[in-house]
């Protein structure tokens, strides 16, 4: 269990290093087994933060992001979440002006995020693979830049289906109804 521990460790050390060494723009940290952001590597990147526009932090153990988070990187573009025990967004989200896409996939949202609504740049919302029921139509259509929502294996209710199609320009993913018993 330690010696996995410290393969993770090591493992996200020389990620980071790699980064803050080659000034790239991107920061992967998928299958760290993180369960938090680490609060170390606020220090450790904070004169190239500003120039980090992709992250990944797919297939960890994240419950949650924290604000610090998303105010420390606020020139994303790319939010890559996929794979965690994600159930909400924090509100300052709503400060990611730049976000064009986000894959909030295979974790624990109840609810659609609707603090992405307000982001006029986001183009792509991949929510495959939660437990929504509900989705917030009309504000959706609204979103001029949005071009396509995954919302594929989640238990949408039947209006969502009905409303969706003639409401919306953009490509609206989603599994086929089952069959009323």
Do not use: W
């Amino acid at each position: 269990m330690e010696k996995k521990m410290g393969e993770a460790v090591a493992r996200v050390a020389r990620k980071v290093n790699e980064t803050v060494e080659n000034r790239a723009d991107t920061l992967d940290l998928a299958d760290c087994k993180l369960v938090t952001f680490p609060i170390a590597l606020y220090k450790v990147m904070r004169h190239i933060t500003e120039g980090i526009y992709l992250i990944t932090l797919a297939n960890n153990e994240l419950k949650s992001v924290t604000s610090k988070f998303i105010t420390t990187f606020s020139q994303l573009r790319e939010l890559n979440l996929e794979g965690n025990y994600i159930h909400r967004l924090p509100e300052e989200v709503q400060t990611l002006l730049h976000l064009r896409a986000i894959n909030l996939s295979r974790n624990k949202f109840r609810h659609f995020p609707e603090q992405l609504i307000s982001l006029k740049a986001l183009e792509t919302i991949n929510l495959e693979e939660n437990e929504i029921v509900d989705v917030p139509v009309e504000k959706l259509a609204s979103m001029e830049s949005l071009q396509s929502v995954n919302l594929k294996s989640n238990p949408l209710n039947e209006e969502v289906r009905v409303i969706a199609r003639p409401l919306i320009k953009f490509d609206l993913l989603m599994s086929p109804a089952l069959p009323q018993v």
